[in-house]
């Protein structure tokens, strides 16, 4: 899923892309984007907040971040008291296939 910012000729400026379970109340962010020439206004920050707001009391993760990222998810962490560790391990319902294979056959999740 993905919650996606547009300016006003409707152009993507922002994106946030995450997977959620409602059963576990979990969820991992795969990646915030926010355009160039609106960086640093807040985009990545709105979206986060409205991802929360959808996703009430659900435990978050993150993939590898970048430098920029983890400041950006070490902020929001003091900001919002939600923890965005990385690569946390994922519920058996957003392994997908794959995943839900590998953790059956070797008792671990696959590499994020």
């Known amino acids: 899923m993905e919650i996606v910012l547009r300016d006003g000729r409707e152009r993507v400026i922002a994106r946030l ?3 959620a379970c409602p ?3 979990t969820g991992r962010i795969h990646d915030v984007w926010v355009g160039e020439a609106w ?3 807040g985009l ?4 986060l907040h409205s991802l929360l707001a959808l996703h009430p009391g659900h435990r978050w993760s ?7 990222g983890r400041a950006f998810f070490s902020a929001m962490t003091r900001e919002t008291s939600t923890g965005f560790p990385t690569a946390a391990p994922l519920c058996p319902h957003l ?3 794959f995943g839900q294979f590998v953790h059956r056959v070797t008792g671990r999740s696959p590499a994020p």
Request: charged residues 45%; glycine residues 8%; positive net charge.
């Open 44 to 47: 990545g920050r709105e979206a």
């Open 23 to 25: 059963v576990c109340r």
């Open 95 to 97: 392994r997908g296939r």
């Open 39 to 41: 960086q640093r206004q």
């Open 62 to 68: 993150t993939t590898l971040k970048t430098r920029q």
């Open 17 to 19: 892309r995450f997977r």
